[in-house]
């Protein structure tokens, strides 16, 4: 399972960002996703997760209502839109597959995209 992360950037605090994950189709159909984050020192989190069929999302409280979990199934793209960004939520984030719905702790995910920096400035 192999899964590119990519959009990470500088942005002012208030701001958003689009954070892409790209996987195969294989992958969309089998796993469960989520977004994770670990700023610099710092223990990584659980952030939002998503499964398909049928669609559902959870998400951690820090980034409920702000950010949004989605998938473009022609693109075979998961998506983390991030709105009214703080300088709190600068750190790596990282897209993961897992097997099982619902989870939260890190060490029950299966795969793992590298890393993409965002920084919030405020």
């Known amino acids: 399972v192999q899964l590119q992360a990519c959009g990470g950037g500088g942005v002012q605090a208030g701001g958003s960002l689009r954070l892409a994950c790209a996987a195969s189709?294989?992958?969309?159909?089998?796993?469960?996703m989520g977004w994770f984050r670990q700023a610099s020192g710092k223990e990584r989190e659980f952030l939002a997760g998503i499964r398909w069929i049928p669609e559902s999302a959870w998400y951690e409280d820090p980034v409920l209502g702000r950010f949004t979990i989605s998938r473009d199934y022609a693109k075979n793209t998961l998506y983390l839109q991030m709105n009214s960004l703080r300088p709190e939520d600068s750190a790596a984030y990282y897209c993961?597959?897992?097997?099982?719905?619902?989870?939260?702790?890190?060490?029950?995910?299966?795969?793992w995209g590298q890393g993409t920096q965002v920084t919030v400035s405020s």
């Open positions: 189709s294989r992958t969309f159909d089998t796993y469960v």
């Open positions: 993961a597959a897992a097997k099982i719905y619902g989870l939260r702790t890190v060490e029950k995910w299966d795969y």
